[in-house]
């Protein structure tokens, strides 16, 4: 008795012609899996989360309630840092693009983009002062001068290190989107 809900290779029916989530272009979607680095930072901060409500639980049964709630507030700032943290990234839809970073969100409509291309610089290594020589995919767009181009990716970033062939597929699908989008 064959299990087809368990392979690929059973026949397609017309009723399951149901549009998947990946297929809705108006949905804000991050075209690549979040690095190691980013979610070994998140889930230590989230650790770190752990044993401050703890300590926030201990400080309130011990009578102290206004102490817990300071420490409360903490934890609840920690688990925000972290959520954000894994949001960070470049985001892409039918509308636009968007650039996530820690405090700040840019976005930019596919109007403005002239182009978006990877290049061969010096970019910042996790995100550091420190540089080193990797590629970088950057944004130009159509009202500033190119000299001004942004960068949205980067081989030296808690997403791509030591992850070229994910950098170059991240790269490859925002490049896509872009030149479906901008003709539009």
Known sequence: MPLPFLTADR???PADDVPLPFEDRERW???YRPGPWRVAVAALALLLAS????????IALTGSVSEAGVILGISVLVIASALRLLRMGVWVSSRGLRQ???????????????????????????GLPRTVQGEALTLVRRDRPTEEAAILLTTHGADFLGRTEAFDRAADAVEAWASENRLV
Do not use: K, N
């Open 100 to 126: 996530v970073r820690f405090l700040v969100t840019r976005t930019v409509p596919w109007g403005r983009v002239a182009a978006v291309r990877t290049a061969q610089q010096p970019v910042r290594w996790l």
């Open 51 to 58: 044993y401050v409500l703890l300590a926030a639980v201990v």
């Open 29 to 31: 979607r991050r075209p």
């Open 11 to 13: 026949a397609f029916e």
